[in-house]
Structure formats: C-alpha cells, structure tokens
C-alpha cells in the first residue's frame, strides 16, 4: 500500500481538502485498494476538530467528503508514509528538520504546488483561513489540479 500523507499548519483547511480531493481522485480511478490518504498539521491547535466548516463546504459542493479530524504529524509517520507533501515553505522546513532527526525515514518530502501545472508565482498554496468563500475556492483549483499530477506520479512511479 503506497501511503500519501498532506501537512499543512492546524490540519483544517489545506491539507484536509487535499486529502479529500486527493481521496476521491484515488477511488475514481479504482486505486482505494493500493493508495492510501491522510492528512496532519505541523501544530497541534485544532486536534481532533473536523475541517473548516468552509472546507468541508467546497467540498461537499462536489460530491467530496472532507470528514477529516485534525492531528498533528508525528515522527512515525515519515517511517510510514512513502509521500509527504507540504502546503507551505514554512511547514516544508518544519518537516524537513523532524526527518533530519530519524535517519531512517522513507518518506519522499515535497512542496504540494510542485506538482501544480499551471505557471505560479509561489510554491505555496495560500492559507484560505481568515479569508471568504473565494479564498477556499481558489485553493481547491490549487489543490485538485496538484492532486491529479500527483496521482499521475504516483501511478508512473509504481506502474498502477
């Protein structure tokens, strides 16, 4: 089972919707059974909350459930999952540093808008948090067009 995991700050925004999104592209190419999805936060702020409630709404206005409850990431998880993708450059260093300290971590750590292929000027997705409903929108074409380049790499990477 290849293990994918999305890190953003509280885990209630970004890296649930992407995890949602990334979730729902998975089973639409009949993948469930050799992909599994989780999402954390590099904080603990938020444990055990669901997503933003405007996360969830942009969501489920696609048929995509976002029924996620925060957790921090934790040091086993980069011996665990094989991906880890960070929404912000702050978060990416954060990650970085806690796999510096286990010297036999598997997990390959990238910057999620590395897979984005529309031109940007940032590597990071922008945090929707204090913002409107446009603001969640926007992230979610972020995230849905990262997420199918990502599944893309994956599926060529491990012939699925």
Do not use: W
């Not at 409850?69 to 912000?88: A, G, Q, T």
């Not at 450059?89 to 999620?112: D, N």
């Not at 929108?137 to 599944?151: G, H, K, P, Y």
């Amino acid at each position: 089972m290849i293990k994918v995991l999305f890190v953003c700050i509280g885990n209630i925004c970004r890296s649930p919707m992407a995890e949602a999104i990334f979730k729902f592209q998975v089973e639409q190419a009949g993948l469930g059974d050799h992909i599994f999805v989780d999402s954390a936060g590099t904080t603990n702020y938020h444990e055990g909350e669901k997503a933003h409630a405007t996360t969830r709404k942009v969501c489920e206005q696609r048929g995509i459930n976002a029924g996620h409850l925060s957790r921090p990431i934790r040091p086993r998880d980069l011996f665990e999952f094989h991906y880890v993708l960070n929404m912000e450059r702050s978060v990416h260093e954060t990650v970085l540093q806690l796999s510096q300290s286990r010297s036999k971590a598997i997990s390959k750590i990238e910057l999620m808008r590395d897979h984005d292929p529309l031109p940007h000027s940032t590597d990071e997705v922008p945090d929707p948090y204090l913002y409107n409903e446009a603001a969640f929108e926007d992230v979610f074409q972020i995230l849905d067009r990262s997420c199918a380049e990502l599944l893309k790499k994956i599926r060529s990477e491990h012939k699925i």
